[in-house]
C-alpha cells in the first residue's frame, strides 16, 4: 500500500463509518469506471475532498467524491455547463455544482451517473484511458473540523 493511499484509508476512518463506507463505495466505483484518472485528494479544515481528473493539477478535476461529517456530496467543476434534466445539481458558484448522495440517491443513480459521464466528456484535457489512475494525496491539513457529528 502506498503511502497516499495509506493517508487517505486513515483520513476515511476518521468518518463515522457509514459515511466512510458509502465513500469508500464511491470511490471503487469510480475508480474502476474511470481506471486513467488521477485522484487527487485534499483532507482539508472542512471535508475531505478526492477529485477524478485528467491530470495532477486541481485545473483537470471533472468532479470530486467529498466527505463532510453528515453526508457525501459530488462536486461538478464544471457544473454550471451540466445538462441536469433531474434538477440535482444545487449551488450558487459561477462554476461549481453539487449533488448530496442521501435520500436514496447513490453514485450509481442514473440521473447521477448522467452527470458524472457529462463531466467527464467535457474534461480539458480529456480522460486518457491508458492512463496508470494514481492517487496523490495534495495535502492533509493539521488543523480540521470534527469528522463525526455531534452526539
Do not use: C
Amino acid at each position: 500500500m502506498s503511502d497516499d493511499q495509506a493517508a487517505l484509508d486513515q483520513a476515511l476512518d476518521a468518518f463515522e463509518p457509514a459515511i466512510a463506507s458509502q465513500a469508500r463505495a464511491a470511490l471503487a466505483f469510480f475508480t474502476d469506471r474511470f481506471p486513467g484518472a488521477y485522484r487527487l485528494a485534499w483532507d482539508n479544515y472542512n471535508a475531505l475532498a478526492i477529485g477524478f481528473a485528467s491530470g495532477e493539477k486541481q485545473s483537470t478535476i471533472a468532479f470530486s467524491v467529498t466527505l463532510y461529517p453528515r453526508w457525501v456530496s459530488l462536486f461538478f467543476t464544471s457544473g454550471t455547463e451540466l445538462v441536469d434534466p433531474a434538477k440535482l445539481l444545487t449551488g450558487q458558484g459561477t462554476r461549481i455544482r453539487h449533488v448530496v448522495l442521501k435520500d436514496g440517491l447513490t453514485h450509481e443513480s442514473d440521473a447521477v451517473l448522467g452527470l458524472v459521464d457529462q463531466a467527464i466528456d467535457n474534461l480539458e484535457p480529456p480522460l486518457n484511458p491508458e492512463g496508470d489512475g494514481a492517487l496523490i494525496m495534495k495535502s492533509i491539513s493539521p488543523k480540521k473540523r470534527p469528522r463525526r457529528p455531534a452526539r
